[in-house]
Every structure is written in C-alpha cells, then in structure tokens.
C-alpha cells in the first residue's frame, strides 16, 4: 500500500474533520408526538408564532386555522389572516393523514381538489408537540422549513411559550427564526 504524502494525510483529515463536523452539527430527525385523536383536533386554533414564510407574507394579525371534519372523513382546513388594510384573507384546502388512525402526520394542500393526485401539492404537517388537553400544537415538518406554534385561545401564557421554545431549541430550531404572531 503506498504511503500518504503529508500534504494527502492533510487533506485526507481536514475531509474527515468537515464530514464529522457535519453530522455532528445536523439535528436528530424530527420526532412526532406517538398520536393524535382527530376528531379533537377539530376546530379553531389560533397563530401564536411562526417561521416566517412565503405564503403567508400578506398576513399581519388574527392569523387562525379552522379545522372540521367533513361527512366523507376528510378534513377541511380554512386559514384566515388579516391584511395590512384591514381585509380578511382565506385560504380553503385539505388535510388528510398519512399511516394509522391516530397518526400525527399529516398532509395539507391548498391546491384544487383536481391537482391533488400530484404528490407536490401536498405538504408535509407533522405534530411535534402537543397539549393532552388539546390547548396548544407545535406543527412542523421533517426538515424543520416550517414551524408554527398554535393555542386555542389568541394568547399563550408567557411560561408556557417559554417552555415550548427550550423544547424546540432541544430539537434543533433556529430559535432567532420564530415570529411571535399579532392577534
């Protein structure tokens, strides 16, 4: 076997140090709470923070998603938001799970009901933490792109909000990232 040059052992241990780097900085996978009782995810939760994101830019306050399950099983999803002139902004899409009953991961799109056999329409809505009395949800998805934090009410209590971010910092949010939400 020929020797390595020590200008290839160099190389050779600054590759291995920038790859140990790079899985030493990337999070864990994105872990889901173990599962969620559909029917009583149904309603009104209210934006209390977010990652800022290109499809809701127009919203400024009163950031809400109204979930209802309809006759055929399958669950529609009206966000509403206030622009900056005061006008109300909707948006009317779907929501369906992917794997068991009670599987916390689910899909929207807010595409025409013609467009969703196109895998791209669907996003991915994946609950990662959760109140056991369905008061507050932490939604986001495998690459963490996306974040919200929801309540039932317009308002979280502060210590409750604090908790939740520890949590997500835990699991590799970009704390500097979230937008905390005007009602």
Do not use: H
């Amino acid at each position: 076997m020929a020797r390595l040059t020590s200008a290839k052992r160099l190389a050779l241990a600054a590759c291995l140090g920038l790859m140990a780097a790079a899985a030493w900085a990337q999070p864990a996978p994105l872990a889901t709470v173990p599962s969620v009782d559909v029917p009583r995810y149904m309603g009104t939760w209210y934006e209390i923070a977010k990652y800022p994101n290109w499809f809701q830019k127009k919203c400024v306050s009163s950031t809400s998603a109204t979930y209802s399950l309809q006759a055929d099983g399958q669950v529609q999803v009206l966000n509403r938001c206030k622009t900056a002139k005061g006008e109300w902004s909707e948006a009317l899409g779907q929501a369906r799970q992917i794997g068991r009953a009670n599987s916390p991961r689910l899909q929207v799109r807010f595409a025409p009901s013609w467009l969703s056999f196109i895998p791209l329409v669907w996003g991915n809505y994946w609950i990662i933490d959760l109140d056991p009395q369905y008061q507050w949800v932490v939604v986001s998805e495998p690459s963490r792109e996306y974040l919200w934090i929801l309540s039932r009410t317009p308002e979280l209590p502060a210590a409750t909000y604090q908790s939740l971010q520890g949590k997500l910092a835990a699991n590799g949010f970009d704390l500097q990232r979230i937008q905390p939400s005007s009602p």
